[in-house]
């Protein structure tokens, strides 16, 4: 087994753009959730490899706000590593809920968050067209909705 390390980024750390901007369009929207997350970053042979970053929008739900995989390393289950740390910072901290969000047109994401245990909760409409100042597309679709996914915590 390959060696990793997960590690939470301290207040007053640079802050990862280039990971985060792997699964955000800009720093601007980036900005507008960063300050209130908690960053984790995964680290191979001394490289930051993937980041997530967390966010409790109340006592009971914890969100995924980002999570992004350097390219070389995707489709190695690294993505599954970051869900169930993820996971397991939500037991420790009494969540009830954990819920992530990707786009409409992000087939891919929405199976992987499913493999991973989360079932469609809702969608936040039109989510990327008020968001993001020009239209975003996806496997050739517009971005428009928000597929939110929740995971509740044994």
């Known amino acids: 087994m390959e060696k990793f390390t997960f590690n939470k980024i301290h207040s ?5 753009y280039e990971l985060l901007l792997l699964a955000d369009e800009t720093v601007e929207a980036i900005n507008t959730y ?11 042979q001394a490289q930051d490899i993937a980041v997530i970053a967390l966010h409790p929008n109340n006592t009971t739900e914890l969100e995924i706000k980002n999570m992004a ?3 070389s390393f995707r489709n190695q289950g690294i993505g599954s590593i970051l869900i169930n740390k993820a996971k397991e910072i939500a037991k420790e901290n009494d ?4 819920i992530a969000g ?4 992000g087939f891919q994401q929405i199976r992987f968050y499913e493999k991973n245990g989360f079932i469609k909760k809702g969608m936040r409409k039109d989510f990327f067209i008020e968001n ?5 597309y996806e ?7 928000m597929i939110i996914l ?3 915590i044994p």
């Open 12 to 16: 007053g750390s640079a802050v990862p």
């Open 150 to 152: 929740e995971f509740l």
């Open 102 to 105: 990707t786009s409409d047109t």
């Open 34 to 44: 960063i300050s209130d997350c908690d960053i984790y970053l995964l680290n191979h």
């Open 95 to 98: 969540y009830a809920t954990l």
């Open 132 to 136: 993001y100042p020009s239209p975003i």
């Open 69 to 71: 995989v350097t390219e």
């Open 139 to 145: 496997n050739g679709l517009q971005m428009r909705d």
